[in-house]
């Protein structure tokens, strides 16, 4: 430590009058002591007061300037020097270096600032706002060759596009291309992983998506998958994992998807297509996933339905009634929601099979499998009355509902429970479907959503209870009344802050109940005439209109 001593203090009286090799000599020993002893040799040059001579020591043209940069990597590994690394200054100075042409200051240079912005986003911001993105990505294409900088810009990229703030600067230049070109001259498994590690926050840009499909990055992934699908080494199982999961990724933006999905012609989407039917269950899910985002317009689902793909889907849940892998039965499940969401694919999907096969996972105790059946069943029967009547009087299905409409741990499947309950009598318009929710205990569940802070399934609970009261009020009294109907009909009336179609909604209700004595009494006891009176001055004509109507019915059986 004495000999630090000395040269610290041979430092800063050289630094003054910048003896080139006197400073040569003390850098070396301060790089010495670093490699002995990081953590003493860092607070000793801290203590003496170095730090503010570094950046007077970073200049393009000495030959010191490598070793500085070395020097303030080494420091900046402990977490306690980097603030006094800023506030030294370093920053600046660093940044204007990654224009040297000189390589091993480029390399010193970008260690030194990947150290001192280590774990820190505002700092790597900074960086940002400086502009070091578009020099990092020319550096990458000057010196692919260069192993050494090549990492150093990758592990640069990986903690920079954590950053959403770097997305913008990252799609102005060519990093898409940049990185394909690199990742198609890789071998080794460790290096397409770090290219990998560096793709995937840069492919959770739209931009960049596409730029990466036009840069041939999918042809790359293509390649890797069919070189590690029968793999199994953990590495090859690694990269088929992670080369997949990309592709799915690359789907996701509206242009990439469209671009590879080329009408259904594209060699990607066939590739894709014959993913389903592998006996990998990685590409299994990835391709079902891929189908689920190639099936976000109706154009590209109704291609899909008339070529057959329904089927594949249905081949694929059939392997995993038994086999049960989660991840698979939600993706296929996933995709076939999607694809049932044009009126014209609805019919063909029930001609199919597609309801029998997934009530077959109706006993699934696993919330994103049921989430995602109810979703595919609800999409199905939308305008389909027939299959809305053959589904809303299975009743253990209805039961199954019931059952997931107290799922209060799970949001989401209560959500969509209530709305397919809701949607099967709704579409069906059926006495028998009304009696089979009524049966399986579902009107109270039905009322309840009618409270909902979502308007649509407010409405849609509305018109529900409407059909229910329509169609068998007799049945349905003692659960009106248990339920608190006519109550939460005073609220919904009363709230100025609901809509107008659940203020419509609800007058048609009150009028519908009227038929049974006790619920009759309730609306009386309530005094709901007042409540209706002010809604005939509603700016809605269609609510001011019902609101007459239901006054002079309310009047007329008072």
Same mark, same amino acid.
């Given at each position: 430590?004495?000999?630090?001593?000395?040269?610290?203090?041979?430092?800063?009286?050289?630094?003054?009058?910048?003896?080139?090799?006197?400073?040569?000599?003390?850098?070396?020993?301060?790089?010495?002591?670093?490699?002995?002893?990081?953590?003493?040799?860092?607070? #000793?040059?801290?203590?003496?007061?170095?730090?503010?001579?570094? &950046?007077?020591?970073?200049?393009?043209?000495?030959?010191?300037?490598?070793?500085? !940069?070395?020097? =303030? !990597?080494?420091?900046?590994?402990?977490?306690?020097?980097? /603030?006094?690394?800023?506030? !030294?200054?370093? =920053?600046?100075?660093?940044?204007?270096?990654?224009?040297?042409?000189?390589?091993?200051?480029?390399?010193?240079?970008?260690?030194?600032?990947?150290?001192?912005?280590?774990?820190?986003?505002?700092?790597?911001?900074?960086?940002?706002?400086?502009?070091?993105?578009?020099?990092?990505?020319?550096? @990458?294409?000057?010196?692919?060759?260069?192993?050494?900088?090549?990492?150093?810009?990758?592990?640069?990229?990986?903690?920079?596009?954590?950053?959403?703030?770097?997305?913008?600067?990252?799609?102005?230049?060519?990093?898409?291309?940049?990185?394909?070109?690199?990742?198609?001259?890789?071998?080794?498994?460790?290096? #397409?992983?770090?290219?990998?590690?560096?793709?995937?926050?840069?492919?959770?840009?739209?931009?960049?998506?596409?730029?990466?499909?036009? !840069?041939?990055?999918?042809?790359?992934?293509?390649?890797?998958?069919?070189?590690?699908?029968?793999?199994?080494?953990?590495?090859?199982?690694?990269?088929?994992?992670?080369?997949?999961?990309?592709?799915? *990724? *690359?789907?996701?933006?509206?242009?990439?998807?469209?671009?590879?999905?080329?009408?259904?012609?594209?060699?990607?989407?066939?590739?894709?297509?014959?993913?389903?039917?592998?006996?990998?269950?990685?590409?299994?899910?990835?391709?079902?996933?891929?189908?689920?985002?190639?099936?976000?317009?109706?154009?590209?689902?109704?291609?899909?339905?008339?070529?057959?793909?329904?089927?594949?889907?249905?081949?694929?849940?059939?392997?995993?009634?038994?086999?049960?892998? %989660?991840?698979?039965?939600?993706?296929?499940?996933?995709?076939?929601?999607?694809?049932? =969401? &044009?009126?014209?694919? #609805?019919?063909?999907?029930?001609?199919?099979?597609?309801?029998?096969?997934?009530?077959?996972?109706?006993?699934?105790?696993?919330?994103?499998?049921?989430?995602?059946?109810?979703?595919?069943?609800?999409?199905? =029967?939308?305008?389909?009355?027939?299959?809305?009547?053959?589904?809303?009087?299975?009743?253990?299905?209805?039961?199954?509902?019931?059952?997931?409409?107290?799922?209060?741990?799970?949001?989401?499947?209560?959500?969509?429970?209530?709305? @397919?309950?809701?949607?099967?009598?709704?579409?069906?318009?059926?006495?028998?479907?009304?009696?089979?929710?009524?049966?399986?205990?579902?009107?109270?569940?039905?009322?309840?959503?009618?409270?909902?802070?979502?308007?649509?399934?407010?409405?849609?609970?509305?018109?529900?209870?409407?059909?229910?009261?329509?169609?068998?009020?007799?049945?349905?009294? #003692?659960?009106?009344?248990?339920?608190?109907? %006519?109550? %939460?009909?005073?609220?919904?009336?009363?709230?100025?802050?609901?809509?107008?179609?659940?203020?419509?909604? /609800?007058?048609?209700?009150?009028?519908?109940?009227?038929?049974?004595? &006790?619920?009759?009494?309730?609306?009386?006891?309530?005094?709901?005439?007042?409540?209706?009176?002010?809604?005939?001055?509603?700016?809605?004509?269609? %609510?001011?209109?019902?609101?007459? *109507?239901?006054?002079?019915?309310?009047?007329?059986?008072?």
């Amino acid at each position: 430590m004495d000999n630090l001593s000395d040269a610290l203090q041979k430092l800063k009286l050289a630094s003054t009058d910048s003896a080139t090799d006197s400073v040569e000599s003390c850098l070396d020993c301060l790089l010495k002591a670093l490699s002995n002893n990081n953590t003493e040799a860092s607070v #000793k040059i801290q203590e003496m007061g170095v730090l503010p001579l570094l &950046p007077t020591l970073l200049s393009p043209q000495s030959s010191c300037t490598p070793k500085v !940069a070395n020097i =303030i !990597a080494e420091m900046a590994k402990n977490e306690f020097m980097r /603030s006094p690394c800023v506030e !030294a200054g370093l =920053i600046p100075p660093l940044t204007q270096l990654l224009n040297s042409p000189n390589q091993e200051v480029l390399l010193q240079t970008g260690r030194a600032l990947g150290n001192i912005c280590y774990d820190s986003h505002s700092l790597q911001a900074q960086l940002i706002n400086m502009g070091v993105i578009p020099t990092l990505v020319q550096l @990458l294409g000057i010196h692919s060759h260069n192993t050494a900088l090549t990492e150093m810009c990758l592990i640069a990229f990986g903690n920079l596009a954590e950053l959403e703030s770097s997305k913008e600067q990252f799609a102005s230049t060519n990093i898409a291309e940049e990185l394909v070109r690199l990742f198609q001259k890789q071998a080794e498994h460790e290096k #397409k992983e770090m290219i990998f590690e560096v793709l995937a926050p840069l492919a959770e840009n739209d931009v960049i998506k596409l730029q990466l499909v036009e !840069a041939g990055l999918v042809e790359c992934l293509l390649e890797v998958v069919a070189q590690t699908v029968d793999g199994e080494r953990e590495e090859d199982i690694a990269q088929l994992k992670t080369a997949s999961d990309l592709m799915v *990724l *690359l789907l996701l933006g509206d242009e990439s998807m469209q671009k590879l999905f080329e009408g259904g012609k594209g060699s990607v989407f066939q590739r894709v297509l014959s993913w389903i039917p592998s006996h990998n269950h990685q590409l299994q899910l990835a391709g079902a996933l891929a189908i689920a985002n190639f099936a976000r317009n109706d154009g590209n689902c109704i291609h899909m339905v008339d070529t057959g793909i329904v089927q594949k889907l249905l081949e694929l849940l059939d392997r995993h009634v038994e086999e049960g892998n %989660v991840t698979v039965q939600h993706a296929a499940l996933s995709a076939l929601r999607n694809l049932a =969401i &044009p009126v014209v694919n #609805k019919s063909k999907m029930l001609s199919a099979g597609v309801a029998d096969v997934v009530l077959r996972f109706l006993q699934s105790e696993m919330p994103p499998v049921q989430f995602k059946l109810l979703g595919t069943l609800r999409m199905l =029967i939308d305008t389909q009355a027939e299959a809305a009547d053959q589904l809303g009087t299975n009743g253990k299905l209805v039961e199954r509902l019931v059952e997931w409409c107290e799922a209060k741990d799970h949001a989401g499947v209560m959500g969509e429970s209530n709305r @397919l309950l809701s949607a099967l009598i709704r579409h069906s318009k059926s006495k028998e479907v009304v009696r089979t929710v009524i049966q399986g205990g579902g009107v109270k569940h039905l009322v309840t959503m009618a409270t909902s802070e979502h308007m649509i399934m407010q409405n849609e609970a509305l018109v529900a209870l409407g059909l229910i009261a329509a169609l068998d009020l007799v049945a349905a009294e #003692k659960d009106f009344v248990g339920a608190n109907l %006519v109550s %939460v009909l005073h609220k919904l009336l009363s709230d100025e802050r609901s809509a107008p179609e659940i203020k419509y909604n /609800s007058m048609i209700l009150i009028c519908a109940v009227m038929g049974s004595e &006790p619920l009759h009494k309730e609306v009386q006891s309530l005094a709901f005439i007042d409540v209706v009176s002010k809604l005939r001055a509603h700016e809605n004509k269609t %609510v001011s209109h019902q609101a007459s *109507l239901t006054e002079q019915r309310l009047t007329a059986q008072s």
